[in-house]
């Protein structure tokens, strides 16, 4: 498991712990790219091109698009910095992000 930050440290993100995710070095990449988000109700949301791909290889991601994500302690995750990701690192940055 890997601290991914949610605002970057290269992008004055702070080194606490609701400015951070936990997860496996795959999923941390394809954040740090931009490829997946949190939307403020904490529903995981794949960017658009990787859910239009029909490349299998492309879209491994699709699957957990609008799932619900589960956290085993009540989440202290910044829906600030959350916001901030998705304006600015998130693919989809232009869309927007309504409650499932």
Known sequence: ME?????PRSKR???ITSNGLCLCPIH???FD???WSLDKFLVIKI????RNNTNEQANWLDGFHDKKA???LK???SIEALDWYR???FLDADDEIAPS
């Open 3 to 7: 601290a991914a930050h949610i605002v």
């Open 13 to 15: 993100g702070a080194n």
């Open 28 to 30: 941390h990449w394809a």
């Open 33 to 35: 790219r931009g490829l």
């Open 47 to 50: 960017a658009s091109t990787i």
């Open 70 to 72: 589960i956290f085993t």
């Open 75 to 77: 989440p202290r995750i």
């Open 87 to 89: 304006r600015n690192i």
